[in-house]
């Protein structure tokens, strides 16, 4: 198998599953206990806390955990909302992930404005319309920091400056952009954090989100009031432990290897087809993800073909792939719904080598050359024939 789908999640570190093994044997009490075995799991969730918090330039007692990325935006959505009731605009941009979005369009119908600022043919926001938005009125923002369907990063230092500028709160969606590229928030002022573990070789079902100090915040999980009171429910003291693990791994620093790969990749695909189209290519973008149409090609039946040669890709977003819709990331920058409907992303991982990029390279033209010959004659779209 070669797995080019490591936005939707990566594989477990070996580490991490040893550090989560030994956690289980030795540190498997609740760590809410006073005894010496509740101690020990204690200290496995304060190192875990404190490996995390150097990864992203916090404090130790700013990290609070939760079961992922969708339960940390959420919890900071309702925290904001809740902590400022007479804030009544959010301010998002067109390509959050729905983990945003959703939440934000039932604030939404409980009657709170939603302002989703415009992106540009590269998914970059448009900043003065976001100024605009944070300025008028005071405003909660939740920006992602890098998309995970494109792989686009946000200009946060701007957008983090124009924020604390106009008095709004800002959340950020860094879901994608811990592990991949540096993430520090003492030096990017970020009122909270959001971030899973599984997106950087840590396990399923844990996350975190980083809260500033000095914010004012509202738990969404009450009960036994574990996490200093911000998030209730026994913890995950594996999943802690292993996120602890993952955060600690060099693998964690940027890899300029990962970048020169990707684009030898991306430049291969363009050379043996040349109407092929990368999406946001012309933006920052992380180091391991592409997202390319293949115009008069149906991603899907790509997908299907790819997969039946052992080759692991998507369509954009796992989360959002049952739902069949168009990508709405992609629609936001201005593709039409054919171009939508072509592309496919490949998100590269640390251990993807040259050698399995140019055997995806050439699966990828039998691919093509294998669904142009179901076209109607004189029908099907122009490619070039490198492989029989």
């Known amino acids: 198998m070669i797995y080019l789908d490591n936005n939707a999640t990566t594989r477990t570190d070996p580490r991490v599953e040893e550090r989560m093994s030994v956690c289980n044997a030795l540190a498997w009490a609740n760590p809410s206990s006073l005894h010496a075995a509740g101690r020990r799991a204690r200290q496995t969730v304060d190192q875990a806390r404190a490996e995390l918090a150097s990864l992203i330039g916090a404090e130790p007692e700013e990290i609070v955990f939760t079961s992922g990325g969708t339960e940390s935006l959420n919890t900071a959505l309702h925290s904001a909302i809740t902590s400022f009731p007479d804030w009544q605009r959010l301010v998002i941009t ?3 992930h729905s983990a945003t979005s959703g939440p934000c369009a039932l604030w939404e119908r409980r009657g709170l404005e939603v302002v989703r600022i415009p992106v540009d043919r590269d998914g970059l926001p448009d900043l003065d319309a976001f100024s605009k938005a944070v300025t008028e009125r005071p405003s909660i923002a939740s920006i992602i920091w890098a998309n995970n369907e494109t792989g686009v990063i946000n200009p946060m230092p701007e957008i983090a400056s124009r924020a604390h500028e106009a008095g709004a709160l800002l959340i950020t969606d860094a879901v994608q952009a811990v592990g991949k590229i540096p993430v520090d928030v003492s030096a990017i002022p970020v009122s909270m954090l959001a971030l899973s573990a599984h997106k950087f070789h840590g396990p399923k079902g844990c996350g975190a989100l980083y809260v500033n100090r000095r914010l004012r915040f509202h738990s969404l999980l009450h009960g036994g009031g574990q996490e200093a009171g911000r998030r ?3 913890e995950n003291v594996p999943g802690i432990a292993g996120l602890g693990c993952a955060a600690s791994l060099p693998m964690t620093l940027p890899d300029p290897g990962l970048t020169a790969r990707r684009d030898w990749f991306e430049t291969e695909v ?3 087809h040349p109407r092929a189209v990368i999406h946001g290519h012309r933006a920052p973008r992380l180091p391991n993800t592409t997202n390319i149409a293949f115009p008069g090609f149906d991603a899907e039946a790509i997908l299907i073909l790819l997969d039946q040669a052992g080759i692991c890709a998507s369509p954009g977003s796992a989360c959002g792939s049952a739902a069949r819709n168009p990508s709405p990331v992609l629609t936001a920058m201005g593709l039409s719904a054919e171009e939508v409907k072509a592309s496919v992303r490949f998100s590269l991982g640390r251990e993807t080598t040259e050698g399995e990029l140019a055997t995806v390279l050439d ?3 039998r691919t093509l050359v294998r669904l142009a010959s ?5 029908g099907g779209p122009v490619i070039r024939r490198s492989v029989p």
């Open 374 to 378: 179901l076209q109607p004659a004189g």
């Open 270 to 272: 363009i050379r043996r």
């Open 94 to 96: 067109a390509t959050e």
């Open 363 to 365: 699966e990828l033209d």
């Open 232 to 234: 209730s429910g026994t």
